[in-house]
């Protein structure tokens, strides 16, 4: 097609097609037929839509794919590299029987890659796997298909691998940025050299590698065997190609594996009951996932303190800390090989994530036994492994240097060629256990010695073996990475002072950045900290679970002898009270800011009373409790003294209230009884901080204050004076109406968060009129004599009360 030119079918120009767009197919194209900037086509179940779109605040429009529950997830893009600028775009199907996108001028933006001409009855046709074909219907082939060509995602169906007789290689490249899916710096591919494995490259830099496949899984990815019941993993490699694909079972959910900007391999799953994506995997997750972190001849284990050590025989290159990101070579053979049968022999490495196999011999065809024997008679063989572990055949084999082995639980073994002299004779063998009997008697006299003070300490030992063994299950059952503390140390750059980010009665909060950028936010918790094991166990078990835009992710822990920290995704604008009490912050947040802030904070609230796997009550709802995104969106944190409860449990008792002054619920503090109408009324508090810029505390009892303001009919007095409420007295009014309800008295009377949700969300709903009588004084006021400042006074239980983080 000749620039500047339409196809011939047309009769009338493009920019009036935009205006008048001929009927299409709902999820096919033919001849002619176009799609115009606000039209889709949707696959026939509905499960995929293609059209138009935009991302973030960049006014370049893009043609893709996305997931129609989910449309924000774009699986495949057109136009990645070459966006139009403006809404006029057209993806049109010509009658030389390719197709491509245009701009209003007619120039072509997009186009597939060349497409032979002569085919007269194509159709272009979105599936429901999410592939977008063109087909010839004449002879029911597919001349081109989307899946051919993928961008950051890997749909089931969808291949990554390489066809051995064209050289044509399918992989994965990452967008630029969460709003540019131009092509980034990441891309995930098949290495079919050697044994084959995928690999992800920051630009020419090895990244990343997932083991050689085994016949199960890759070795470096053993927990792949646990997604058996939702997929079917097919890898390929024979003569013509090496492929990797993954197949969904039937009635499994969505799913997808996708390479994100920051060159991080997630598989997520859709969660339909929570309408959200589950991260079933990730990688690199620790310092050990990337590559030779520590050198040749050394093994890597995150949970370490050391993180790596030399293999059997070998010993470190330097007597420097070679062990610190590869400084200095790793190690090297302490014993040289003595190439025959009676000097070398194999000493077993298990649970590894093998070798670096690109330049390994792999004989698919031959026994095991025949694989240890081949390699013990070759003088350059290092090492070797079962090809196939389902079938227990095939043979590779190490010929250069090991590299990049990784322990992983159940993983594979290695088979390793060092000198006998390093795996011991029979004399020495004889010197060991008469070593073993002296050091025994020895160390039943020292048992004896030390037996009074093993019985002082009995209850301390066996406190700290429970504590450890809680975690160990807790961090089991959560699914959650644990890091090790000398990555958290580099991130933190040794926990600098220059890194505080924050400070609270547990503790101080620390900024820091992965090997591979991502920044996060390290909790550090301190050995006097109100927030003990038990509240830490707690705070890693819920939250790893739940999954909501307005929940802060937490990314992981990490127990160090006697510290507690907790790894959470950093938020750049911190706290909402480091906004809305701040005389010049504040000045920043315009009503319309404050009303999402509100509804984001609500939407949290009722996803965990409601919506989550597990219903939650937080019980320590503040202000500064609420973080912000870059773009101000609110996320609930700190959920260390969170509670879970059973749908028909109404009311919890405790003798310990938990909580922050100010905030917390009347019937909490006096009585010791909380439910998710204790997070209503911390709500309502925060609305008000909100809306007034003013903070709940002993001088100034806000709830009281805009209870006088209702009264009176002058509730928008309350208003903060920085927010311009011209235009939006209505809405403020309603948001103060919905606040007074959440903070009455009587949490009988306090509506539900879904009651609250919808009361924000609607102008529709006739609100109730909150009852004064039922208008609770701010427990902001709550002294040491149980009384209030001001004129009336109140007297409670004397329970236990525990100031809040």
Not at 461 to 487: C, G, M, Y
Not at 543 to 556: D, E, P, S, T, W
Not at 769 to 790: C, V
Request: proline letters at 4%; a neutral charge.
């Amino acid at each position: 097609m000749k620039k500047g030119i339409l196809p011939k079918i047309f009769t009338i120009p493009l920019f009036i097609l935009a205006f008048s767009p001929i009927a299409f197919s709902t999820d096919s194209l033919q001849h002619g037929q176009n799609i115009i900037d606000g039209q889709k086509l949707a696959s026939s179940k509905g499960t995929f839509e293609l059209g138009f779109f935009s991302r973030g605040l960049s006014t370049n429009r893009f043609v893709g794919i996305w997931f129609r529950v989910a449309p924000d997830v774009v699986v495949w893009v057109a136009n990645r590299d070459s966006p139009l600028n403006n809404t006029t775009g057209a993806l049109t199907v010509g009658n030389n029987g390719s197709f491509a996108l245009y701009d209003a001028s007619e120039k072509i933006i997009w186009q597939p890659t060349v497409i032979k001409n002569g085919y007269n009855t194509t159709i272009l046709q979105l599936q429901d796997s999410g592939n977008l074909i063109l087909k010839d219907l004449s002879s029911n082939t597919v001349i081109w298909q989307s899946f051919d060509y993928p961008i950051n995602t890997l749909l089931p169906g969808m291949k990554l691998g390489k066809n051995l007789r064209t050289g044509f290689e399918t992989y994965l490249s990452s967008w630029k940025s969460g709003d540019d899916p131009s092509t980034g710096n990441y891309s995930y591919k098949m290495d079919t050299e050697g044994a084959p494995e995928i690999i992800i490259w920051d630009r020419d830099q090895l990244r990343y590698r997932s083991g050689m496949w085994n016949g199960l899984y890759f070795s470096g990815q053993p927990s792949m065997v646990t997604y058996t019941d939702m997929f079917n993993f097919l890898f390929v490699r024979d003569q013509s190609e090496v492929s990797y694909s993954f197949e969904a079972k039937p009635n499994a959910p969505f799913s997808r594996l996708v390479l994100n900007e920051s060159g991080v391999k997630q598989r997520l799953v859709w969660n339909q009951p929570h309408q959200t994506w589950n991260v079933f995997l990730s990688a690199p997750k620790d310092v050990c996932d990337y590559y030779a972190t520590c050198g040749p001849f050394s093994v890597c284990q995150p949970e370490d303190m050391t993180t790596c050590s030399c293999l059997r025989g070998f010993e470190p290159a330097a007597s420097t800390e070679w062990y610190m990101r590869n400084t200095s070579g790793g190690c090297q053979r302490r014993t040289p090989l003595g190439c025959s049968a009676d000097s070398d022999g194999f000493y077993v490495i298990k649970e590894v994530k093998l070798p670096y196999s690109h330049k390994a011999t792999v004989d698919a065809n031959i026994s095991v036994e025949d694989c240890k024997r081949r390699c013990l008679m070759n003088c350059s063989c290092l090492a070797y492994a079962p090809f196939n572990i389902k079938e227990w055949n095939g043979c590779v084999m190490w010929n250069t240097e090991l590299i990049d082995i990784k322990y992983v639980k159940d993983g594979q073994d290695l088979y390793m060629k060092i000198s006998k002299s390093e795996l011991g004779s029979s004399n020495k063998k004889m010197l060991a256990i008469t070593v073993i009997l002296i050091s025994s008697a020895f160390t039943v006299i020292l048992i004896c010695f030390v037996g009074y003070l093993i019985w002082r300490k009995k209850r301390d030992s066996k406190q700290e073996t429970t504590e450890r063994s809680l975690a160990n299950d807790s961090f089991k059952d959560a699914d959650l990475p644990v890091f090790d503390i000398q990555t958290i140390l580099q991130a933190t750059d040794n926990f600098s002072k220059t890194n505080e980010v924050g400070q609270g009665g547990f503790g101080i909060v620390y900024k820091g950045k992965l090997p591979y950028g991502q920044e996060i936010a390290v909790k550090r918790l301190t050995g006097n900290s109100f927030q003990g094991l038990n509240e830490f166990m707690n705070e890693v078990t819920v939250v790893a679970k739940l999954q909501h835009r307005n929940l802060v992710g937490l990314l992981g822990c990490c127990i160090h002898n006697n510290e507690r920290m907790l790894i959470y995704e950093f938020l750049t604008n911190k706290s909402l009270d480091l906004f809305i009490f701040d005389s010049e912050k504040r000045a920043t947040l315009d009503w319309r800011t404050r009303l999402d802030i509100i509804k984001g904070i609500a939407r949290g609230l009722l996803y965990l009373h409601h919506d989550s796997r597990f219903n939650i009550i937080h019980r320590d709802l503040k202000a500064a409790n609420i973080l912000l995104d870059d773009e101000m969106n609110p996320k609930i944190s700190d959920f260390g003294t969170a509670r879970l409860f059973e749908r028909d449990q109404a009311v919890i008792r405790t003798e310990i209230v938990v909580g922050t002054r100010g905030y917390m619920s009347p019937e909490y503090i006096t009585e010791g009884k909380f439910s998710v109408k204790s997070d209503v009324y911390s709500f309502g508090v925060i609305l008000l901080e909100i809306i007034s810029g003013k903070r709940n505390n002993g001088n100034q009892n806000l709830v009281t204050y805009a209870w006088k303001l209702w009264e009176e009919q002058s509730i928008l007095k309350l208003i903060d004076e920085v927010v311009e409420s011209t235009g939006f007295a209505t809405e403020l009014t309603r948001c103060l109406h919905v606040g007074l309800l959440c903070v009455q008295k009587c949490p009988d009377n306090r509506p539900s968060m879904s009651s609250v949700f919808m009361m924000l969300s609607s102008d529709n709903l006739v609100l109730p009129a909150p009852n004064k009588s039922l208008i609770w004084r701010s427990i902001g006021e709550f002294t040491a004599d149980h009384h209030f400042y001001g004129s009336e006074s109140i007297s409670v239980d004397p329970l236990t009360v525990i100031e809040g983080r």
